[in-house]
């Protein structure tokens, strides 16, 4: 078992910056796979970034060169710098683990950015 908790969403202005975070703890040794993935009203929930424990990175295309997945294994915890906001990245923001075939997902942080 993994449990994940995000943090670090909150209201910023466009153009603006949020740092979000998420701390792993349990099987945290079986983690491969960690990333973040959002959810806007009315829309699926999409990929944003994701790094494997090797700290390969992949980002969705309307995050690249905005937003840069990192983590700390030393601390269990994944960031995601998110610069340049725009309001379409409002969304509910989650955090996801994949470990032993598993998928574990975070309660989700909200984002809003708006002036």
């Known amino acids: 078992q993994v449990q994940l908790v995000e943090s670090g969403g909150g209201l910023v202005q466009p153009g603006g910056s949020l740092r979000l975070s998420c701390a792993a703890s349990?099987?945290?040794?079986?983690?491969?796979?960690m990333g973040w993935y959002r959810q806007a009203p009315g829309k699926e929930r999409e990929l944003v970034a994701v790094i494997t424990s090797r700290g390969r990175t992949n980002y969705a295309d309307s995050v690249k060169g905005r937003f840069t997945i990192s983590r700390d294994n030393a601390k269990n915890t994944v960031f995601l710098q998110m610069n340049s906001l725009k309001p379409e990245d409002t969304a509910v923001y989650y955090c996801?683990?994949?470990?032993?075939?598993?998928?574990?997902w975070g309660k989700g942080t909200l984002v809003t950015v708006s002036s």
């Open positions: 996801k683990a994949t470990a032993g075939g598993i998928y574990y």
């Open positions: 349990g099987s945290i040794f079986s983690i491969v796979v």
